[in-house]
């Protein structure tokens, strides 16, 4: 069994079994990734749409394939062909024009909606005081389906530091939740690293997106 098969076990033997766990496969190669799904792993996520093409051309639907990156308009169409679930969703204008390819290609695209749960304006995603009236504006979206939240958190040195923008987005989910906006569910909270998954965990995430736990440092890859 190889390096990326034993740390894939153990991380899914560690977590609970309702947390869905997302490659993050950013710079990874194809063997890897193969490697990765191969031991239990059932999504890869991509933050770059010409290396997803790639990986997506040669594997195929071996897994989902959640785009988990910043979202440019130019490649929008090329994303919404190809991935199953949109994770990074943070603004009226790309969410336009993911139904606008959503309704070329005939599909529903189910999407998460990101929220800068830090409130750093350099970070993408919709402040966390706006996301129900954000969600509401997409309601009426008939080629588009929010299936809940994702957010990065703040690059802190103690993971730890992390957990109060988990909760206030586990709070936001499930304040949501409740609120029955139409073609809104709030079924999926995708939030945690290799670093911070655990405290994710502890605070509501049902998904978690993890690269270097499973891979190993990309630098290595280097040497």
């Known amino acids: 069994m190889g390096r990326i098969s034993e740390s894939v076990k153990l991380l899914l033997r560690e977590i609970p079994e309702y947390v869905k766990v997302v490659a993050a496969a950013k710079e990874r190669t194809l063997e890897e990734v193969s490697e990765a799904v191969s031991a239990g792993i059932k999504i890869v996520g991509e933050n770059y749409l010409q290396e997803a093409q790639e990986k997506i051309g040669a594997l195929g639907h071996i897994a989902e394939w959640h785009f988990i990156g910043s979202i440019q308009k130019r490649k929008i169409k090329k994303i919404v062909e190809l991935f199953d679930l949109i994770q990074s969703v943070d603004s009226l204008e790309v969410v336009y024009e993911i139904n606008k390819w959503a309704e070329h290609f005939g599909k529903v695209m189910p999407v998460l909606v990101e929220v800068n749960s830090c409130k750093e304006p350099q970070k993408s995603g919709v402040m966390p005081e706006y ?28 993971p730890e530091d992390i957990r109060p923008f988990f909760a206030l987005t586990n709070r936001l989910f499930v304040n949501l939740g409740e609120n029955n906006i139409p073609n809104v569910r ?12 655990k405290i994710a965990v502890e605070e ?17 890859k280097r040497l």
């Open 131 to 158: 996301v129900e009236k954000f969600l509401s504006s997409l309601s009426y979206l008939s080629h588009i389906k929010v299936l809940g939240l994702m957010t990065m958190g703040p690059a802190l040195a103690n």
């Open 186 to 197: 709030m079924e999926i909270l995708s939030m945690g690293m290799s670093d911070s998954y």
């Open 204 to 220: 509501g995430a049902n998904m978690i997106r993890v690269g270097t736990l499973i891979f190993g440092p990309r630098a290595q």
